[in-house]
């Protein structure tokens, strides 16, 4: 199982960033995607999440307005596209998968396999 994410960088307050997060090795109709974000010197957060087929999404509130979570089940590819970027937002993305539950979980710990981070810095 692997989970590669992409798309970071750095960018100006009001700008925006797509990320991917590109999953092989399972089949993903059975799980969740989730984009969780860690800041310097703060706990992991969760930012948003996804079940297999779009029905069901979520977003952590201080991203609702702001961001899409989406995904192509033909690509296996899961996005978050975030708009009106603000430097708080600036953190280590990182996607993970988790068995499907209803409602989404916001738990890192109900997610079982994660990607390696990317890096977002919103700043002027």
């Known amino acids: 199982v692997q989970l590669q994410a992409s798309g970071g960088g750095l960018v100006q307050p009001g700008g925006y960033l797509r990320l991917s997060c590109a999953a092989s090795?399972?089949?993903?109709?059975?799980?969740?995607i989730g984009w969780f974000r860690q800041a310097p010197g703060k706990e992991r957060e969760f930012v948003a999440a996804?079940?297999?087929?779009?029905?069901?999404?979520d977003r952590t509130d201080s991203v609702k307005g702001r961001f899409t979570i989406s995904r192509d089940n033909t690509k296996n590819t899961v996005y978050l596209q975030m708009n009106n970027l603000k430097p708080d937002d600036t953190a280590v993305y990182s996607c993970?998968?988790?068995?499907?539950?209803?409602?989404?979980?916001?738990?890192?710990?109900?997610?079982?396999?994660w990607g390696q981070g990317t890096l977002v810095t919103v700043s002027s």
């Open positions: 993970a998968a988790g068995i499907w539950q209803q409602p989404l979980s916001r738990l890192p710990g109900h997610y079982n396999y």
């Open positions: 996804i079940n297999w087929d779009s029905r069901f999404t």
């Open positions: 090795g399972f089949t993903s109709a059975y799980y969740m």
